[in-house]
């Protein structure tokens, strides 16, 4: 990775400026913004307790809010000030190859003291978010993430204010100060890290004052490791206008809201609980609900609720074409605690549920536990490609992949709405399908991160 600094362009710096116009502006590259990695503290649980010790992106958890027009360029010098190598993967962006952050694949990770310029064009208005890409089950469950939100051209939702929300789960020890023990084969071979204190935006209480009937556009990220939230909303009615950042044909009313880890929603709400009283966003654990952000209603925007809002101007991506004459690729799932695998490929030789254990690998796709080497479909440009997936374990997994937006294909032949990230129950099979419309190798992989690094990571090629 080179940069171009201002001393290595002294000379041609003032030899622009005399030629004048004419030439595209070059950005210098301690003109563009940088984004440090590093360690940092934030008040995560109650005033009684201390700060917590995280890692975050400028040293905050969440990282900043990274906001862009569709269509423009976004320029980060990211600057890895961890103990750890990193990267940033710049989740659902149907981006260019070489910026989609996967260390070996796509780049190499970037040591500590060292930069590398991500520069790319974002072609979809939506809510996305950004995360390492390399350790990340210890690095997100530290703190590092950000949400990227990228704005429509034209035809966002009139509301009184928009709120980012980004909803974590941590697992807090005395003090609480995140619990050490990554990299535990128990939570690996189970359900993942799953924590025990949360979060909304890095706080515990997260709370903003809101007026009656007035209308708010609220953009949900799970950002936890593992934990699957189920929410629901009291004091607030509205609709979900889009999924991982992408719109859906019309508002689909809200009611129980499924979020696996690494999954968005865009909700337009309007506040109908009365003035004094508290609307609630509730997620609810196997132990009970929790109110874990909170909108106290003060005063009354107007007499009435507004009417149901317009859709999403739509994303501009390829049509899927004809289906039925699509290849289809297959994708077992196995592995993991009460599974029935008693073993797969590691290293090119069969190894048995013990061996794998012992490496650090519990779980496999089609029997190899390792990143292929094959991708498991190399697909022409803009072939329509399927991929049909069975999760024969004993747990749900969240399939994500990188560089393109799917469907969820019915056994009536219907599709469901595009997503970059599909939870597919234990014992189900879910199929997708999607234009392989962007050149590159890409990964195919559970985003409950423990299971991947466990062993649940393929990728595609398209040509
Ligand atoms: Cu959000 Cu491969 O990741
Ligand atoms: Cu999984």
Known sequence: ????????????????????SGLPRLAFADEIPV????????????????????????????????????????????????????????????????MDGVPGMTQQTVAPGTEFLYDFTLPDAGTYWYHPHNRSWEQMARGLYGALIVEEKAGAPEVDSEEVLLIDDWRLAEGAQIADGFGALHDWAHAGRIGNWITVNGQGAWSRQVARNSRHRLRLVNTANARIFSLEVRGLAGWVIALDGMPL?????????????????????DVVAADGEEALLISHERDGEYAI???????????????????????????????????????????????RMTGAMMGGRMMDMRAMAGAGKVWAFNGMADMPDTPLIEAARNETIRIAMTNDTAWPHAMHLHGHHFR????????????????????????????????????????????????????????
């Open 1 to 20: 990775m080179t940069h171009l600094t201002r001393r290595a362009f002294n000379g041609s710096l003032l030899a622009l400026s005399a030629a004048g």
């Open 249 to 269: 044909d019309s508002p689909h009313p809200l009611d129980r809201l499924t979020l696996a880890p690494a999954q968005r929603a865009d909700l337009i709400v």
């Open 293 to 339: 952000a909170s909108f106290t209603v003060s005063g009354s925007a107007q007499g009435d609720r507004l009417p149901e809002p317009a859709p999403l101007p739509p994303a501009d991506l390829p049509g899927l074409g004809d289906i039925t004459q699509a290849r289809t690729a297959r994708l077992v799932m196995e592995g993991g605690a009460m599974g």
């Open 408 to 463: 969820q294909l019915a056994q009536d032949g219907s599709v469901g709405p595009l997503r970059d990230t599909l939870l597919i129950n234990r014992g189900a099979d879910a199929e997708i399908v999607f234009v392989a419309d962007n050149p590159g190798d890409w990964l195919l992989h559970c985003h409950m991160l423990e299971h991947a690094a466990g062993g649940m990571m393929t990728w595609i090629r398209v040509a």
């Open 35 to 98: 984004l440090t990695a590093r360690e940092g503290t934030a008040q995560l649980a109650p005033p009684a307790y201390p700060p917590t010790a995280i890692w975050g992106f400028d040293g905050k958890v969440p990282g900043p809010v990274l906001r862009v027009a569709q269509g423009a360029r976004l320029q980060r010098r990211f600057r890895n000030d961890l103990p750890q190598a990193s990267t940033i993967h710049w989740h659902g962006i149907r981006i260019a190859n070489a």
